[in-house]
């Protein structure tokens, strides 16, 4: 059975003076059986971040690593340096890949990188507006995951507790959210792109997230899908009430699948 995960992506705010506590607020107020927790706060609080989760069980992520290991790369962070700070990272998320030109192949060999240092990777894919008004969505996903899975070994991967995050680029921060039928229409497409990659009965344990405008008012839309196994949230969760509603929302699915003991 696949784990509902709820990931917390804090983008581009707090500071390591406030992170510890709002983090430790989250936790506190998002404990539910059966429900993968983790936080993905700016490398600089994440040391705040591990110290004030001491003794919960949420993870903690970055949201993006150098794709190789050291060398002359001012101003970048490689998964070395994460050991004792991070368990998770986020890789290829839509902003990364519009602001900082991030390839597929560039987010491939960042997944190595990922997979070698024992970080587990959501990896994000997800097609702008244009394409998606077009009907091309299942085919960009497609190419997006062929261009950072293919040649690498889903053994290997899966082992690494690879997670997918389908987050349409249209609704990142925009109040529009997927909905719910579309996203397991396209959870199921992704599984389906990952079977000629060598990934054969491992496609279907993978989890797959919904990213976009997820709040506690429309995660059930998301979670009320078999296909979809948990949200990767950006606005909202920089909010414990909204984190609240979200995690409790995830519970009734974890229940329902058996995940809460
Ligand atoms: P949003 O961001 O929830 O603010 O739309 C989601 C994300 O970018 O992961």
């Known amino acids: 059975m696949r784990p509902i995960?709820?990931?917390a992506n804090w983008k581009m705010n707090t500071t390591p003076a406030d992170a510890g506590e709002l983090a430790r607020t989250i936790a506190s107020r998002t404990r539910v059986p059966g429900v993968t927790r983790v936080i993905c706060p700016p490398y600089v609080s994440l040391a705040a971040v591990r110290d004030a989760l001491s003794g919960e069980d949420v993870g903690v992520g970055a949201q993006n690593i150098h794709h190789e290991l050291a060398g002359a790369f001012t101003g970048e962070i490689s998964a070395l340096m994460l050991d004792g700070l991070a368990t998770w990272v986020i890789l290829?998320?839509?902003?990364?890949?519009a602001y900082f030109n991030e390839t597929d192949s560039l987010v491939g060999r960042k997944l190595d990188r990922a997979v070698d240092a024992g970080l587990r990777p959501i990896l994000c894919v997800g097609e702008v507006l244009a394409d998606r008004e077009s009907g091309r969505q299942t085919g960009i996903v497609d190419s997006q995951l062929r261009g950072a899975l293919e040649g690498r070994d889903p053994v290997a991967l899966a082992a690494a507790g690879l997670v997918i995050a389908y987050e349409p680029v249209w609704a990142i921060g925009t109040g529009r959210n997927a909905s719910g039928a579309d996203a397991a229409a396209m959870a199921d497409a992704i599984r389906a792109?990952?079977?000629?990659?060598g990934w054969g009965g491992t496609a279907e344990a993978t989890p797959v997230l919904y990213g976009g405008s997820v709040t506690s008012t429309n995660i059930g839309d998301f979670l009320g899908e078999p296909a979809i196994d948990g949200a990767l949230i950006g606005g909202a969760s920089l909010k414990p009430d909204e984190m609240a509603g979200i995690a409790a929302r995830a519970g009734l699915t974890a229940a329902a699948r058996g995940l809460a003991t």
């Open 92 to 97: 290829g998320h839509s902003e990364r890949r």
């Open 5 to 7: 995960v709820i990931a």
């Open 193 to 197: 792109a990952l079977r000629p990659l």
